[in-house]
Every structure is written in structure tokens, then in C-alpha cells.
């Protein structure tokens, strides 16, 4: 049986130093557009009292789930010994690092006082599911850290499986804390659920993958024909298929659920009907370019083992993923709470009965993007230093 | 004594007669008015009125106002024997009154710049109309200070807590503005300040970057005083506001509610929130 | 090299003597290198200079903690009770705020280049005596001097008539 060996990521020509450089710029205008938030506070931005989480946070929650799905393609290797998968395992916890620090990165950088992130890590609510997700991330960092070491250093290897376990447990936890931050919501309709927790870790599972294809794709310019195999293109090709369909039962379940609940109708008929903004996003976005495009191209015979066809799938997944998260989040928040069931026409200058408005400001929209850059620069930035990049696999 | 019988025996001393209010004190000669009635009856019957009401004016404060705070000395904490609470009756709150929000933006130095979306609203009037039966409604809407807080629960670093006598508040030196107790309040009570703010009220400290709410005016309480919304709703208003101590049965709203119907908004959710309501 | 000697133990001497003397030199309470610090109301501070000037911090983060947790709202630390006494009057005869040079904390923290965070929230200068624009409440006892001048005026506005006219109904 051939072992595997791993290297670090060599033919870096023109085009990784170009991509690397302008995932560097966005940081830097990213930076930027946070300095200007916190110096002018939020007013600058498209949030407000009603509205109090926006862009930054969807892209954050959205890179946080991708960041425990990542690591999907290790733990299979690691904890069900799929040996297939098991040359990607150190790619995959990269990955999954990268993906949580931007994604962490953004969340911190969008508080009212980031200055206070010393308080946040010394002051615990432990009632809060807030506060457990400070310690799932920061624990989920440090077992996927201590992951990649026993997988690099020599005479450890036995350990990879119980790390891995541990790992894949820990992530399970990870993502049902952060479903739970909104399925605790008791006040609004949308959120008071415990479907969310599922649904995140379904979500996590298609995201994770969907940014492994993508970076596997655009890093290893010179040798991914060599690591993205038929067989294991295949493997993915099936992986995404079941995901995406997973991820549709439990949309499904939860909005048919809140379709048969009578108080809930309003939200969503609000969401899946009347918004122009939101039902736009969940149906173009999440149903058609996330799920139902992407797909027909998986299971058509012909594209769909074909890497070109799986990396433009992976991208309307994610971009469907990303009007799904929207329509949570925000979506979520702009239908009005109901305080008081049974009036009909209710106003006040807080705009109860109202739905909120919403328009992203550019510098929130620069610090979400911020996040994605952050990830692929440590991704690519950690290849070209640690030996994570598996040698294509010779048969014998 | 005689002071009161002194003034009430001479007039406003103004030309033109009886109609005036100008306020001015103690005249030395006497007014027309005073051939019509004898100055002795007249004078007694003023200075009854005036024993009547001094006798009966603490009693009528007390009944209007729900009873004042007692101020607490300065070294004692905030005894968990008591719990503030507030009764709102809706059916004494007057279409586009908008008082206690002017109130409590004066006590509490947050102002109206014109941008309802982001400007700080610590309380709000609140139009209600039903379309099938027609009926309206009007109420002004704060934090409702929940015995079982969802922002309590939620806040992840322990700014948003519940005092001992169960005022809701927001530690604005631990708070580090991430809004998830204003995603987890059912009443959407509280404000991010959007802003970087100046010369603020030394006794309500907020500034950019915090989440902050209806304080049940803590700094008043603790010095005797009523909350800035009740007090004025009852000297310039429909008087809809009381105050007082939920855990003490002969306080003036305990009485209250043991006797009329009153309602938590969104009482389904089951917080046992301190502000009440009656007649909506 | 005998020059180059004698050059060198010169130059030593100099920085001696002028390492000496510097101290002296900027205790000068005229010398722009060191803060100047306003004198605060009365003839000491609530506890010795020496030890404020060391454990303020300390002493603020306790109080902080027990009066906004317990209600403790003694005066003795109270940030409120340091603004008051140590409000340094500015150009327009009104007290100055954290931002001029000359407020008593950012004197000393500019110099120390220590951000100071109190002031993003409290209010850098005392307020006004009563902040309730309009109504002036007192604790109890007002309505009686309130009766008082509403006999004597004849005058049919204040707090008291109010009161009576929200406990017969509304009367618009």
C-alpha cells in the first residue's frame, strides 16, 4: 500500500502571488472599513435598533459553519476510516482553522467595544449559549491545532484517530451551539426553534465541502489533476449530492412546520411570499442557484464528475448558501415581533408592526468580505510553510 | 396657621376683578369681592379647605402615585426583599400623548435626532387599533424588567443583569456591544448607541458601542424619588403610570392588581414581567 | 591618544553633570515636560495623593462594581464626587471636558499616553443641579409647599392641582 507523503505548496507562480496579494488588499481596505465603524460607531452602518445583526454576521455565521464542515473530509478519514479521503485530512483541518479565524475575526471586529474582547474572554455567563460558543471556538481551534500536529509529527500517527474523534465530536457541539444561538430566541417567531441546530450542522456539512472543492481547485494549480482523482471526484460528486438534499428536508421541515403553526404565518408568508428582498433571496437564492442548479449538474452523467462542473457547482452553493444565511439572519429580524396579538394595525416610532428595513452600508459589506479573504490567506499563506498537500498517490 | 388665613383675606389687588391667576402674594387692601361675602366666613372657609387638603394631600399623592419610593442609605445595597414594578392603565393614556417619552429622554439625556431607526428609545407610545372590532388603544412601551430576563440569559459576558430588587439593567463597564440581548428581548426594548455622545447626564452614564434600556430611572428610586415617567404622566397627564414595590402586599399596587385585571405582554412567554398592564 | 583621552573624560563630566542636574531641571512646575495638574476643590483629596495616584483605578473599578451590581452608591469614591471636585474651569467660565488638555485626568493621562475609557460614558464634567427640565421633584413634603403657594397665589396650575385632576378623570 502506498503512503502517503505530504509536501509543501510549490508552484507558486503568477497566479497564486496574484490572488494571495489581493486577498492581502482586501484585508488591509477591510481593516480600514473597521477602523472607520468603530471610530464613527455603527451609525455608518446599514444596522440599527431594529436590524441589530447585518451583514458582518451573516458573513460570519456563514464562514463559521463552513469552518466545522471543513473538517468533514478529515474526520471521514479519521474517525470511519475511509482511506480515501485520508490524504486530505491535513488540507481539511487548515481549513477548517482558516474558515473559524475569519469568520471569528469578523464577529469580533463588528462589536460595539472590540476594545473589550479581554472582558468577553475573562467574563463568562454560562447560561449564555454565547459564551459556550467563545469556548467551543477556542477549544475547536486548539483540538484541530493539536490534530494537525500528531498527524505531522513523527510517532503520534497513532493518535490521529482519537483526535479525530474528538475533533468530530467537538464539532458537532460547535455547530449546534451556533444553530442554538438563534434556535434559543424565544422573542421572535422566526428563530424559536430547535430545528435550527440541525439544520446548521446539515448546512455545515454542504458549506465545509463546498469550500474543500474550491480551494482544492484554485490552490494546487500544478498537481490538482493529480489529487483530484475520478475516484475521489466521484466520492465528492455523491457527498455534495446527499448534502444539498439534506439541507433542503430540513428547510423544508422548518418552514412547513411554521406553515402548519397558525401564529407563524405571518413570518412566513413575510419570508416565502410578500418580501421582495427576502423570498427573492430564499427561492433564486438558496432553492435555485444553492440547491436545485447545482444539483442538475452534480447528477448529470456526463459533467458531473468533471472538476470545472463540481467547482462552478461549490460556488452556487455557496452563494446560495449565503442568501440562505440572509434570509435568517436578517430576515428573521426585520419581521416585526409580536407583541401584541390580536391588534391588527400597530405604529409607534420604533416601528412595532413594521417591517424593518435593511440596506447593507459598504463598509460592513468590505468587513464580511474581509472574512473570506482572511481565510484563503492563511490557507494558502500555511501551505506554502507546513507540509499539508499530499503527493499524488502512485500506484503500485 | 395664620399665614394661610392672612393670604387668603386680601386679593390679587389687580384692576378689572376676579378672573385673575397672576400669582402674586399677601396685598394690603382689601378687593371687591370681599363686600360680597364677610371676610371672616370667607376666610373660614378657605382656611378649612386649606386643613382639608393638607390633611388628605399626602393620601391623595399616595393614591395618585402609587406610593413614593423610600430612599435607601447610601452604603445599603439593593435589598432582594423588594421588587419594583410599574401598572400601566391603557385606558388613562391619551391618544398622542407622548409625555413620559419626553420625560424620560430629559431625566435620561437621550434625544430624538430625527432618525427613529438608530436613535436611542428607552420608552416608546405605542397606537393600537383592532380592525374587526374597531377598538383603539394607546400605551407607552419600555424594558417590561422580566423576573426570568431573556437578555439576562443571553448576554454572553454578564453585562445585562437583574438587580436584587429586580430592575433590569445593562453593566455598561462589562458590556461589549454585541447585541444579542437586543435579538433576544421580546419587546425590542433596547438601544445600541450608534454614536459617540457628549456631556451625557452624570447620573444615566452611556456612550457609543453599549446596549442600554429603561433603567426604572435606578438612580431616583434609590434616592426616594418616582421613575421621571410616572411622576410626570401624573402631574402633567392622564396619571397612567404607578409605581411601586410588587412584593409588599399593602403597597399601593400590589392592591391594585390583586383587585383589577391586569395583563404581561407577552405573558405566553412566561417571565413574570415587573411593568403591567390594564385595559387592552 | 592623550587628547582623545582627555576629550572623552570631559565629555563624561558634562553628561554627569548634566545628568544631575536634569531632574532638578524639569521639577520646574513651569517645565512643558511634565503635566500640569489642577488643584481640585478643598485642601486634600478623599484619600492621600500619593496612594490615589497610584490605586485610583483600583479604587474606581470596586466602587464601579458596587454601586451599578448592589446599589451602594457611597460618596467617598464616587466617580461623580471626583468630577465635582476636581472640575478645572476653562476659557468660557464653564467646567471643561476630557478632551481639553486641561481636565484634571487628561492632564496627567496624555502625559502618560494612558487611553482613558470612563469618559466614553460618563460625563467629564459635573452637571447641572437639576437635570429634570420642567418638573422639580422633591421627596416627600413638596405637595405640601406646594398647597402652600397655591393659596397664596390663587394661581390653578401645580403639582398638587394635577394630581387632583388626574384622580377625577380626564377633563379634556
Not at chain 1, 428547510?251 to 413575510?270: D, P, R, S
Not at chain 2, 447626564?201 to 428610586?221: F, M, Y
Not at chain 2, 434609590?222 to 392622564?238: F, K, Q, S, Y
Amino acid at each position: 500500500m502506498a503512503r502517503t507523503t505530504y509536501k509543501v505548496l510549490k508552484g507558486r507562480g503568477f497566479t497564486f502571488w496574484s490572488i494571495m496579494t489581493l486577498h492581502a488588499l482586501v484585508i488591509l481596505i477591510g481593516l480600514g472599513a473597521t477602523y472607520y465603524m468603530e471610530h464613527n460607531g455603527h451609525i455608518v452602518t446599514g444596522m440599527n435598533n431594529r436590524i441589530v445583526w447585518g451583514m458582518p454576521h451573516v458573513f460570519a455565521i456563514f464562514l463559521i459553519i463552513a469552518a466545522s464542515g471543513a473538517l468533514n473530509v478529515a474526520s471521514i478519514s479519521s474517525v470511519f476510516n475511509k482511506l480515501a479521503y485520508k490524504s486530505f485530512a491535513r488540507l481539511s483541518g487548515l481549513l477548517a482553522l482558516a474558515l473559524l479565524v475569519g469568520g471569528l475575526a469578523v464577529l469580533v471586529l463588528d462589536l460595539g467595544r472590540p476594545d473589550r474582547l479581554i472582558v468577553a474572554m475573562t467574563k463568562y455567563n454560562f447560561k449564555s449559549i454565547f459564551a459556550w460558543n467563545i469556548y467551543l471556538y477556542i477549544g475547536f481551534m486548539v483540538i484541530v491545532a493539536g490534530y494537525l500536529f500528531v498527524q505531522m509529527s513523527r510517532g503520534t500517527e497513532h493518535l490521529t484517530k482519537p483526535m479525530g474523534i474528538v475533533a468530530f465530536a467537538w464539532r458537532l457541539i460547535l455547530t449546534t451551539g451556533t444553530g442554538s444561538i438563534f434556535g434559543f430566541l424565544v422573542a421572535r417567531d422566526f428563530y424559536d426553534t430547535a430545528i435550527m441546530a440541525p439544520l446548521f450542522i446539515a448546512t455545515s456539512f454542504l458549506f465545509g465541502l463546498a469550500f474543500t472543492i474550491l480551494v482544492l481547485s484554485f490552490t494546487c494549480f500544478t498537481i490538482r489533476n493529480q489529487l483530484m482523482t475520478r475516484e475521489v471526484m466521484q466520492k465528492f460528486r455523491d457527498l455534495l449530492i446527499i448534502f444539498i438534499v439534506v439541507v433542503l428536508y430540513f428547510t423544508a421541515v422548518h418552514h412547513l412546520n411554521n406553515i402548519y403553526i397558525t401564529q407563524h404565518h405571518g413570518v412566513e408568508k413575510f419570508l416565502l411570499l410578500d418580501s421582495p428582498v427576502y423570498s427573492t433571496l430564499f427561492w433564486g437564492g438558496q432553492i435555485i442557484l444553492g440547491s436545485i442548479l447545482p444539483l442538475l449538474i452534480l447528477t448529470n452523467k456526463s459533467l458531473g464528475s468533471n472538476r470545472s462542473a463540481m467547482t462552478l457547482a461549490s460556488i452556487m452553493i455557496l452563494i446560495g448558501g449565503l442568501a440562505q444565511i440572509y434570509v435568517i439572519v436578517i430576515g428573521g429580524q426585520a419581521y416585526p415581533l409580536e407583541i401584541f396579538p390580536g391588534w391588527d394595525e400597530i405604529s409607534s416610532s420604533y416601528g412595532d408592526g413594521q417591517i424593518a428595513n435593511y440596506m447593507p452600508s459598504l463598509p460592513e459589506i468590505l468587513l464580511g468580505v474581509t472574512g473570506i479573504s482572511l481565510a484563503m490567506f492563511i490557507t494558502g499563506f500555511v501551505l506554502t510553510i507546513l507540509p499539508f498537500l499530499p503527493e499524488p498517490i502512485s500506484d503500485e | 396657621m395664620s399665614d394661610f388665613i392672612k393670604g387668603s383675606g386680601d386679593g390679587c389687588g389687580k384692576e378689572g376683578g376676579c378672573g385673575c391667576s397672576s400669582g402674586s402674594a399677601v396685598n394690603s387692601h382689601t378687593d371687591h369681592r370681599e363686600t360680597d361675602m364677610p371676610q371672616t366666613r370667607r376666610g373660614f372657609m378657605k382656611a378649612a379647605t386649606a386643613l382639608a387638603m393638607i390633611t388628605i394631600a399626602p393620601g391623595i399623592t399616595l393614591f395618585a402615585t402609587g406610593g413614593p419610593a423610600k430612599a435607601r442609605p447610601l452604603d445599603e445595597a439593593a435589598s432582594p426583599k423588594i421588587r419594583w414594578g410599574m401598572l400601566i392603565d391603557a385606558s388613562k393614556c391619551d391618544d398622542g400623548c407622548t409625555k413620559c417619552v419626553s420625560a424620560c429622554s430629559k431625566e435620561n439625556g437621550w434625544k430624538d435626532n430625527g432618525r427613529p431607526d438608530t436613535d436611542a428609545q428607552w420608552i416608546r407610545a405605542v397606537t393600537l387599533k383592532n380592525r374587526k372590532t374597531g377598538a383603539t388603544a394607546t400605551l407607552p412601551l419600555m424594558c417590561q424588567h422580566c423576573e426570568e430576563p431573556p437578555c439576562v440569559d443571553v448576554c454572553p459576558t454578564g453585562a445585562s443583569f437583574k438587580r436584587a430588587d429586580g430592575i433590569v439593567l445593562v453593566n455598561k463597564h462589562t458590556c461589549i456591544g454585541c447585541r444579542y440581548c437586543m435579538m433576544a428581548c421580546p419587546y425590542g426594548a433596547r438601544s445600541f448607541i450608534h454614536e459617540p455622545l457628549e456631556d451625557q447626564k452624570d447620573h444615566a452614564p452611556r456612550g457609543k458601542g453599549t446596549v442600554e434600556s429603561c433603567t426604572l430611572c435606578v438612580h431616583r428610586i434609590d434616592e426616594g424619588r418616582l421613575p421621571a415617567c410616572v411622576e410626570t404622566c401624573n402631574a402633567e397627564a392622564g396619571g397612567a403610570l404607578m409605581f411601586g414595590d410588587l412584593n409588599d402586599p399593602n403597597s399601593e399596587i400590589s392592591k391594585r392588581i390583586a383587585t383589577y385585571a391586569s395583563i404581561e405582554l407577552r405573558s405566553g412567554l412566561q417571565l413574570n414581567t415587573g411593568v403591567r398592564y390594564q385595559n387592552i | 591618544m592623550t587628547s582623545m583621552r582627555i576629550f572623552k573624560f570631559i565629555l563624561s563630566i558634562w553628561i554627569m553633570v548634566i545628568g544631575v542636574s536634569l531632574p532638578g531641571q524639569l521639577s520646574a512646575a513651569e517645565s512643558s515636560l511634565l503635566p500640569t495638574i489642577a488643584k481640585g476643590k478643598g485642601d486634600k483629596c478623599v484619600l492621600p495623593t500619593e496612594y490615589m495616584r497610584r490605586n485610583h483605578m483600583d479604587l474606581l473599578d470596586h466602587q464601579r462594581d458596587e454601586t451599578v451590581l448592589d446599589g451602594v452608591r457611597t460618596k467617598q469614591f464616587s466617580l461623580k464626587g471626583c468630577v465635582s471636585c476636581h472640575a478645572v474651569k476653562g476659557t468660557d467660565g464653564k467646567a471643561v471636558t476630557v478632551k481639553d488638555p486641561k481636565h484634571f485626568c487628561a492632564s496627567c493621562h496624555n502625559y502618560a499616553a494612558v487611553h482613558i475609557d470612563c469618559f466614553d460614558c460618563h460625563a467629564s464634567r459635573p452637571g447641572e443641579k437639576d437635570q429634570f427640565g420642567g418638573l422639580k421633584s422633591k421627596p416627600a413634603g413638596h405637595d405640601v409647599a406646594a398647597l402652600k403657594s397655591y393659596l397664596h397665589s390663587g394661581s390653578q396650575t401645580g403639582v398638587l392641582t394635577g394630581q387632583q385632576t388626574s384622580l377625577r378623570g380626564r377633563n379634556k
